[in-house]
């Protein structure tokens, strides 16, 4: 079973940045597919920021500019790296792969931005 385990998450002041961290327990390059989505309260999952195999790397409209993805292969890493942050961006974020059909989540990382 593939795990995900993310970290970097953290209480941060308005226009500040963080950089939350994924770790697979498998080569990332054996996935179609690595991101990350967020949760708010009450809301439903949204895509942040997703990279392809091939290194093409989508992003939410909400992120677009200030949040940035990127994957050390070495270290079977995956990254969000969060700049300008906002007090909407306060949500649990999730690390997600995909291989095939199957998609494999992390347990989530507490981000929240006070105003």
């Known amino acids: 079973q593939v795990q995900l385990v993310e970290s970097g998450g953290g209480l941060v002041q308005a226009g500040g940045s963080l950089r939350l961290s994924c770790v697979a327990s498998e080569s990332i390059g054996s996935f179609n597919s690595m991101g990350w989505y967020r949760q708010r309260p009450g809301e439903q999952r949204e895509l942040v920021a997703g990279i392809r195999a091939g290194g093409f790397t989508n992003y939410g409209d909400s992120v677009k500019g200030r949040f940035t993805a990127s994957r050390d292969h070495d270290k079977n890493t995956v990254y969000l790296e969060l700049n300008s942050l906002k007090s909407d961006d306060t949500a649990v974020y999730y690390c997600?792969?995909?291989?095939?059909?199957?998609?494999?989540w992390g347990q989530g990382t507490q981000v929240t931005v006070s105003s």
């Open positions: 997600y792969a995909r291989r095939g059909a199957d998609s494999f």
